[in-house]
Nanobody
């Protein structure tokens, strides 16, 4: 199994930037499809960005052009760079990994964008 831990969240101003990091331990992420999700209070958890084991990326429409997901298998990390942050980006952001039909989640990191 793999353990995931997010970091990099915090309070930022509208228009600011944030880089979230997901560090894995216990297993290599080489064969994992990775993703960032977010969940705002009272709302369903939603996909923000994903990057497959092959390096293919997808983004939610709400963050296209503002977010970049990347992975470094050597460092066993997955990052989410977010720019031009909006209040709507406020949520707890979760790192997700999938392999062999199993999903793994980090505990989340809070992102708050103030207007």
């Amino acid at each position: 199994q793999v353990q995931l831990a997010e970091s990099g969240g915090g309070l930022v101003q509208v228009g600011g930037s944030l880089r979230l990091s997901c560090a894995a331990s216990g297993n290599s992420l080489r064969f994992y499809d990775m993703a960032w999700y977010r969940q705002a209070p009272g709302k369903q958890r939603e996909l923000v960005a994903r990057i497959t084991k092959y390096g293919n990326v997808d983004y939610a429409d709400s963050v296209k052009g503002r977010a970049t997901i990347s992975r470094d298998n050597a460092k066993n990390t997955v990052d989410l760079q977010m720019n031009v942050l909006k209040p709507e980006d406020t949520a707890v952001y979760y790192c997700n990994g999938e392999n062999y039909g199993s999903e793994y989640w980090g505990q989340g990191t809070q992102v708050t964008v103030s207007s």
